[in-house]
Nanobody
């Protein structure tokens, strides 16, 4: 089973920034598309951003476009999501997920991802 570990969450003031990391162990992340998802209290989990296996194709939810940037370093077996201009409504548990896929494929549909991390809490509050 694939193991994904998220890190980088925490408490940040509105307008602040955080960088989340999704590290893979026991498999080569470079063969996988990665998605970031989040779930706020009382809400359904939603797709936030995704990136294909090579890093050449990315996609974002409308709510985070222009504020979040997904990237990857396959040599380090890690995917990142830089979050800027954070808002209180960005407060959620953030998860990364992986699906083995060809170059160019990425999706924000969570049903397409069989492997998930445990999540990291992001709280945006003054």
């Amino acid at each position: 089973q694939l193991r994904l570990v998220e890190s980088g969450g925490g408490l940040v003031q509105p307008g602040g920034s955080l960088r989340l990391s999704c590290a893979a162990s026991q498999f080569t992340l470079g063969y996988y598309a990665i998605g970031w998802f989040r779930q706020a209290p009382g809400k359904e989990r939603e797709g936030v951003s995704c990136i294909d296996s090579s890093g050449s194709s990315t996609n974002y939810a409308d709510s985070v476009k222009g504020r979040f940037t997904i990237s990857r370093d396959n040599a380090k077996n890690t995917v990142y999501m830089q979050m800027s201009s954070l808002k209180p409504e960005d407060t959620a548990v953030y998860y990364c997920a992986a699906v083995r896929a060809y170059t160019g494929y990425s999706t924000l549909r969570e049903i397409n991802y069989p492997d998930w991390g445990q999540g990291t809490q992001v709280t945006v509050s003054s």
